[in-house]
């Protein structure tokens, strides 16, 4: 199945996508676009484009677990998202994948406007391969 995940931030959106097999999830585009109807639409697009048959969108969560504006605000898009495509969006827990993100470009010496351009489609790849790890790892429960 190919899914797409989404890390939507304020002055950049990333995008990243998986393999049919759903073994890796790889960066795929960064949004630059502030207006969030654009963006909605943009990634709608993308992900009919590459045959995506579900969108993962981040959920910042809090580290307590509890959800704040920024995890308001990707409900809304997510919630938007889904009434302009037939394709299923759900949401997904994206505590401290910026965070990681940030460490990978740092052992990969990415730096200054490239890490940029990087940082919220590496952030999107690592919500997405998370995702997919969780859906390996609930079936392999249920056997």
């Known amino acids: 199945m190919v899914i797409i995940s989404v890390d939507i931030g ?3 959106t990333g995008l990243a996508i998986c ?10 585009l960064v949004i630059e676009d502030r207006r969030r ?3 909605i639409r943009k990634v709608a697009l993308t992900a009919e484009e590459k ?9 910042p969560k809090n580290m307590d677990g509890s959800e704040g504006e920024s995890a308001v605000s990707a409900r809304e898009f997510a919630d938007e998202l889904s009434k302009i495509t037939e ?26 406007k490239k890490r ?12 997405l391969q998370s995702y997919i790890d969780y859906l390996k790892n609930s079936k392999e429960e249920d056997e």
């Open 10 to 12: 304020k002055a950049r």
């Open 19 to 28: 393999d049919k097999g759903m073994f890796l999830a790889s960066p795929l």
């Open 37 to 39: 109807e654009n963006v």
């Open 51 to 59: 045959k995506a048959q579900r969108i993962v969108v981040g959920l």
């Open 87 to 112: 394709i299923p969006v759900v949401l997904y827990d994206e505590r401290c994948t910026t965070m990681i993100a940030h460490r990978y470009l740092n052992d990969s010496n990415t730096r200054g």
């Open 116 to 127: 940029k351009q990087a940082i919220d489609s590496a952030a999107a790849a690592i919500i």
